[in-house]
């Protein structure tokens, strides 16, 4: 089964990352993740991971109205953002869970497990 692993962090963080060199804590902290995400290769489970940019420039289309609205950024101030994502091909949720598991406890932030509808979709 494939999952997205999506990663939050809060928008504060964010915006501390963004403006600032990275601290040697989340240096290392991306360094033991980069070394978790090899371990996943290795077993064939990775399947992709991006880092996402920033919210302030992104763009949310909707329809109102009978019409289709762009508009630049996220509607209202986040706490947390959504930073990141990845997908992992396994053999059900519990193997999500234990790899999601590792990853939160690596990086510290919170991750939702979402599995993605396909053949082997139950």
Request: proline share 5%.
């Amino acid at each position: 089964m494939k999952f997205l692993i999506l990663g939050y962090t809060p928008s504060q963080s964010w915006d501390a990352a963004t403006a600032d060199a990275p601290t040697d804590e989340a240096l290392e902290a991306f360094a033991a993740y980069q070394q978790f995400e090899a371990e996943l290769r290795a077993t064939g489970e990775f399947v992709s991971t991006e880092g996402l940019g920033h919210p302030a420039t992104s763009i949310t289309v909707r329809k109102t109205d009978g019409r289709v609205v762009v508009t630049d950024g996220p509607f209202a101030e986040l706490k947390e953002v959504l930073a990141s994502f990845a997908v992992i091909d396994v053999s059900g949720v519990e193997r999500a869970r234990d790899i999601v598991a590792r990853m939160v406890d690596l990086m510290g932030e919170p991750m939702e497990i979402r599995p993605i509808m396909g053949d082997d979709f139950a």
